[in-house]
Structure formats: C-alpha cells, structure tokens
C-alpha cells in the first residue's frame, strides 16, 4: 500500500480572509529575584498573546533598557535594590512614554499604593494574584486602563480621603501618552444628570467603596457573582466612569458629603 501524505487543509470555500492574529503585548519584567523573575516569564510564556522582551534585576538596568526595547508593559517590583519601584515610574515613563508601567510586588502599604499611581503607574497588583488574572490585567493596562488588586481597594480610597476627587481620579487614571485612553474626568462630575442607581446597584456601590471583591460581593449580598459583576457595568455606566477605583473613590467623597 502506498503511504500517503496528510495534506493541510486551507478555510472553508467562501469563508474568506481570515483576520490576521493580534500582535502579543510586550513586556519587560524588572525584579530583583531572579528565581522569581525567571519563573514569572515562563509562566507568561505560556501565553500567545504575551511576549517578554526583556527582563532587568533593578531599575537602573530597567531604566537602560526600556528605550531600547520599547515594550508595551513593564511589570516592576517595589523592593529593587538602590532605588525603590515606585521611585523609578518617572524615570521610566520619560524615557519610554509609550510604555505602561505596572507594579507587581508584595507591599500592600496604602502609601505605596498611592505613590505609585502618582508617579504614573497604570496600576498596582499584589504578586499573589492568580496566573490567569495577571495576564488579564496586563492586557488592560497595555489598552490604557487602571488596573488595581482587588484587595487593595480600601487602601486606595483610604489614601485618597484628604485629597479632592478630581485629584483622586487623576491619579487613578494618569494623563499623558502612559494613560491615554483611561477617563480623568472626576466622578461627580461624571454623574450630573446620570440615571439613579437602583437599591441593589446602591448596595453594591457600598461594597465596592469598602473595598470588597466581586466574591465577597456576592456572598455578603448573597448573589451570583455573575450578577455582580452586571451591576458594577451597569454602575460604571450610569456614572460615567471608566473603572472600579473610580467608583470606590466617588461612593466615598459622597459618603463623606452626606
């Protein structure tokens, strides 16, 4: 019997061009521990969507590679050797102003917290975070939006109490080419003549502003959490807000104001 060959078989007739894939997201991994840092790229290796184009154990070695790598996110540590990561946004974004800087560390100090994203973090996640969350979060702040742990949320309104709103949603939100794309308008501004939340949207704003999970959410209001997650779209909507932190900064001041 005569072998025969498997022949790659192209898109069904009359299916057209296929969209060519997305680009992956690149990144540069700074972090001082090199098992970590090591284990952290294998990890996001296992995603197509995600490239490491470069990885630096402190910031001055960050800081002279990210012009010449250009990547689209920078995950960076707070704990580096010299200078500390939230010392080092600036620098980072000035010689790489395309680039999104993420902070990924241990410290769950609100001061931190609020440093960073002053200093123009896109956002600032907890190392505990699950693999799959991470990858999530890294594509959003490449699209420009603010990402935070969930579990710091607290902190984060707690940081901003004796500052303004408008402040407070810059911050959240950095202006400039590394927050392009995420709203600063500030969230009482964002409301005029928005429609009223209904009483479980109120509910859940009150959650969010204490700094609860979409999880803890759902059991202290006893819903899926499915349904959570439709009412924090439906409240963001009604605000006119672009994010989570936002809201918990609005449900705050208002909360003070009354």
């Known amino acids: 019997m005569t072998p025969t060959t498997a022949i790659p078989l192209g898109p069904p007739a009359g299916a057209g061009p296929q969209p060519p894939a997305e680009p992956p997201v690149t990144l540069l991994v700074v972090d001082d521990h090199t098992l970590f840092r090591r284990g952290l790229i294998a990890l996001l290796g296992q995603d197509a969507g995600l490239l490491v184009v470069g990885e630096a154990g402190d910031a001055a070695e960050a800081l002279r590679l990210a012009p010449e790598l250009l990547p689209q ?53 907890l190392k505990t975070i699950d693999g799959d969350l991470l990858a999530q979060a890294i594509r959003r702040a490449a699209r420009g939006e603010p990402v935070v742990s969930p579990e710091l949320m607290g902190k984060l309104v707690a940081a901003f109490q004796s500052q303004g709103v408008a402040e407070a949603a810059a911050l959240i939100a950095p202006a400039g080419p590394a927050g392009a794309g995420a709203s600063t308008q500030p969230p009482e501004a964002a409301n005029n003549g928005a429609a009223p939340l209904s009483p479980r949207e109120e509910d859940v704003l009150r959650e969010i502003a204490r700094g609860a999970s979409n999880k803890e959410i759902a059991r202290t209001l006893d819903i899926a959490e499915t349904t959570v997650k439709i009412h924090v779209q439906h409240i963001l909507r009604k605000l006119g807000l672009s994010s989570r932190v936002q809201a918990a900064v609005y449900a705050s001041d208002r909360q003070r104001a009354e």
């Open 73 to 125: 996110v920078i995950l960076l540590d707070n704990h580096l050797p010299g200078v500390m990561g939230v010392d080092a946004i600036r620098g980072l974004r000035e010689v790489s102003p395309s680039s999104r800087v993420l902070m990924l560390t241990v410290s769950e100090d609100g001061q931190d917290l609020a440093a960073a994203l002053r200093n123009g973090a896109q956002g600032y996640l």
